[in-house]
């Protein structure tokens, strides 16, 4: 894939950083591998991202961000118990109840490179908004989950659930707060979350 090939011993172009912020919103999208895109927008949002390409990559983003943020001794607030299965030996304690927990930790259903948002929906969030939960997501993707665009992923969710189309869809996009002068109509009832993506490599 792309940015992980350039990474890790990859060789296609690179499209500078001064030509990505040239760029308007409404200009046409780049040119570029799918992978390569989306991390250029979700870092352009804040999200801060991990790549891995193995268990124990993902073990030590884990337990780097833990480290990073003093998160040591804090529980997860986790609505997937398949999830707590598969980090069940990285030392961390559940819980159900969002009121204990500063932190969401969470799977999600596509990464969206059109604009570097996260796909998520009742799989995920049950039927809780995005300001009920805690303000720090850790999501744990694939790269198999990456598409293009909004309209590609819902049509991949409807693919994938057909006889039981799941609800509660949205997507997270500001991973940063945003001050209330850069507000504006575009912003309006989003909830911005500091977001860490960890993303294993599976293809």
Known sequence: MGLFEKLFGGGKKKVSTEEE???GMH??????????????????????FIYCDGNQDVSDALKNIRLENSWDDTDF??????????????????????????????????LVAQNGSILICSN?????????????????????????SIGEGLKKI???????????????????????????FLTYGSSSKNLYLILLEDL
């Open 21 to 23: 912020e040239t760029r």
């Open 124 to 148: 995920q969030l049950r039927d809780r908004k995005l300001n009920e939960l805690p303000e720090n997501f850790i999501v744990f993707a694939t790269t198999s989950q990456l598409v293009n």
């Open 27 to 48: 200009m046409p999208d780049l040119d570029i591998p799918i992978d390569e895109k989306f991390t250029i927008y979700f870092k352009k949002n804040g999200g801060k």
């Open 77 to 110: 607030f986790s609505m997937d118990q398949r999830l707590e299965d598969k980090f069940k030996h990285e030392a961390i304690t559940f819980t159900d109840n969002p009121n204990k927990s500063k932190i969401f930790f969470t799977t999600c259903e596509h």
């Open 158 to 184: 409807k693919k994938r659930h057909l006889n039981s189309i799941p609800t509660n869809i949205t997507t997270i996009k500001h991973f940063q707060a945003i001050s209330e002068d850069k507000k504006d």
